[in-house]
């Protein structure tokens, strides 16, 4: 006779957001057939109190996506209780409950929300109040931030940074662990404390130089900004030091602003001000394709964002629309169907691609997902405002002698209006730039008749021998 197995089946699972281990033992537990009531999950270090169990290995399970999502959220949780609640929904879904998180009168499935909702919370406040220093160090110029999460979400936050901050060697440390991005790659690490972390860096005090400036007393209500910024993350955050004088002096501030008499805004010089923002700016391409790539995507789902490529002075610049998809995966730009259509034309023409400057108005592959595969979705005028300024100052740092915008979009983007390109096709000024307008190579590719395309494709090799000789006088 063999010994009775126990009651109980405990399950060990590691320390904070183990995430990868409660999956590989709920798809044992479901596969054993082991109810909610005959489970017992521990954390970290805790005793074996039951003995190490024997389970089969067990399929993938197939879950929801809201129920999926709600798992990878929950986990992340403080609560010593998350994982039995978690195998509990898995078990009533896997039991044909399919439309269970519908049901938020459930008590089970209101108390899970709550626990998702709250990491949510939590993980927005660390993209909002991580605050990095500048440091020193043997290896070069580095970035350290120092927070304390309510839950396990180190892991969870660390790709927002990374997508945010991807051109900079940074390190977040916490009390349950550190992250450092360096060399493409994310590192993680043993616990910290606060004494590592710098105390502060030369741009603090401009950026609490802004903060006064934007402060505005007449919308004071320390109550909405104790919610959403809480008191325990002041001490990370710079521009929190200029608080409390700024409380004590709003009421005097408005008094005083509603004692003046009323008077016509001054009217200001934009130029002045574009001028100041020019002097104010990246004083090399270097630096400013670090802020490029540190920026996040205006809409979601780039890989990255594809600098500019060719020397600084160059004879030609080509300004693009946007990047395609293999752009953005391989981080070039002018590589895809419709930079190789443009490598055939400048070899008709005789101008060597290495001495040209390729880069595109939007930095950024926007795109739509169609299953497997993502489509070129057209970028809007406001997203190419958005970018017109990081592309004025990329000209402004290479210097081209002739800039050549492929299409409407580059047309847009370099004159801030619609220009059509039927009517306007050749040389072209673009404010103090000469230039020259042309279609650009993606449309050759999309015309339907293979004698008009080839037509299309004549012409634009006369375009290049142009814009050679233009470039050349």
């Known amino acids: 006779m063999g010994r009775a197995a126990p009651s109980l089946v405990q399950i060990q699972l590691?320390?904070?957001?183990?995430?990868?281990?409660?999956?590989?033992?709920?798809?044992?537990?479901?596969?054993?057939?082991?109810?909610?009531?005959?489970?017992?999950?521990?954390?970290?270090?805790?005793?074996?109190?039951?003995?190490?169990?024997?389970?089969?290995?067990?399929?993938?399970?197939?879950?929801?996506?809201?129920?999926?999502?709600?798992?990878?959220?929950?986990a992340c949780h403080r609560d010593p209780e998350r994982w039995a609640l978690l195998y509990r929904l898995i078990w009533r879904l896997t039991l044909g409950e399919k439309a269970l998180l519908e049901v938020m009168s459930d008590p089970l499935v209101h108390r899970l929300a709550m626990m998702g909702k709250a990491i949510r919370r939590d993980l927005h406040k660390m993209h909002a109040f991580v605050r990095f220093r500048r440091v020193e160090t043997a290896e070069g110029e580095r970035y350290i931030a120092w927070f304390e999460p309510d839950n396990h979400i180190l892991a969870a936050a660390a790709p927002f940074f990374r997508n945010r901050f991807g051109a900079l060697d940074w390190t977040i440390l916490t009390p349950e662990g550190r992250v450092?991005?360096?060399?493409?790659?994310?590192?993680?690490?043993?616990?910290?404390?606060?004494?590592?972390?710098?105390?502060?860096?030369?741009?603090?005090?401009?950026?609490?130089?802004?903060?006064?400036?934007?402060?505005?007393?007449?919308?004071?209500?320390?109550?909405?900004?104790?919610?959403?910024?809480?008191?325990?993350?002041?001490?990370?955050?710079?521009?929190?030091?200029?608080?409390?004088?700024?409380?004590?002096?709003?009421?005097?501030?408005?008094?005083?602003?509603?004692?003046?008499?009323?008077?016509?805004?001054?009217?200001?010089?934009?130029?002045?001000?574009?001028?100041?923002?020019?002097?104010?700016?990246?004083?090399?391409?270097?630096?400013?394709?670090?802020?490029?790539?540190?920026?996040?995507?205006?809409?979601?789902?780039?890989?990255?964002?594809?600098?500019?490529?060719?020397?600084?002075?160059?004879?030609?610049a080509f300004v693009g629309?946007?990047?395609?998809?293999?752009?953005?995966?391989?981080?070039?730009?002018?590589i895809g169907p419709a930079g190789q259509l443009l490598d055939r034309a400048l070899a008709e023409a005789g101008i060597d691609r290495a001495s040209v400057y390729l880069t595109n108005a939007v930095k950024h592959f926007k795109f739509v997902r169609r299953g497997t595969r993502r489509i070129h979705d057209s970028p809007t005028a406001g997203e190419v405002k958005h970018y017109r300024w990081w592309l004025e100052r990329e000209l402004d740092l290479v210097r081209p002698g002739l800039v050549v915008a492929p299409g409407a979009t580059a047309a847009l983007a370099l004159t801030g209006t619609a220009i059509p390109i039927g009517r306007n096709r050749g040389p072209f000024r673009f404010g103090e730039r000469p230039g020259f307008l042309t279609v650009h190579p993606s449309s050759l590719l999309r015309h339907p008749d293979p004698e008009a395309r080839e037509e299309g494709f004549a012409a634009y090799c006369e375009d290049m021998r142009r814009i050679r000789d233009l470039a050349a006088a």
């Not at 709920?26 to 005959?38: C, D, K």
């Not at 809480?230 to 409390?244: C, D, G, L, Q, V």
């Not at 395609?324 to 391989?330: C, K, R, S, Y």
């Open 14 to 74: 590691g320390a904070g957001a183990d995430l990868d281990g409660f999956r590989a033992a709920a798809r044992s537990l479901i596969a054993a057939n082991l109810p909610p009531e005959a489970v017992v999950f521990t954390s970290g270090e805790a005793a074996d109190l039951f003995g190490a169990p024997v389970l089969p290995e067990g399929e993938p399970l197939s879950l929801p996506r809201a129920a999926a999502d709600l798992v990878g959220l929950v």
């Open 180 to 316: 450092r991005w360096t060399g493409g790659a994310l590192h993680y690490g043993p616990p910290a404390t606060r004494d590592e972390a710098p105390e502060g860096d030369g741009f603090e005090a401009g950026w609490r130089d802004y903060y006064e400036s934007t402060f505005n007393p007449a919308r004071l209500n320390t109550t909405a900004m104790r919610a959403e910024m809480p008191k325990k993350y002041w001490r990370n955050m710079p521009e929190t030091a200029a608080i409390p004088a700024l409380v004590r002096a709003a009421t005097a501030r408005v008094g005083d602003m509603m004692e003046r008499e009323p008077a016509l805004p001054v009217k200001r010089n934009p130029d002045r001000a574009v001028a100041a923002m020019q002097a104010a700016g990246p004083r090399s391409l270097e630096q400013l394709n670090r802020i490029i790539s540190a920026s996040e995507p205006l809409v979601p789902g780039a890989t990255r964002a594809v600098l500019g490529e060719g020397p600084v002075g160059a004879a030609i």
């Open 321 to 334: 629309e946007q990047p395609g998809d293999q752009e953005d995966l391989e981080g070039r730009p002018f």
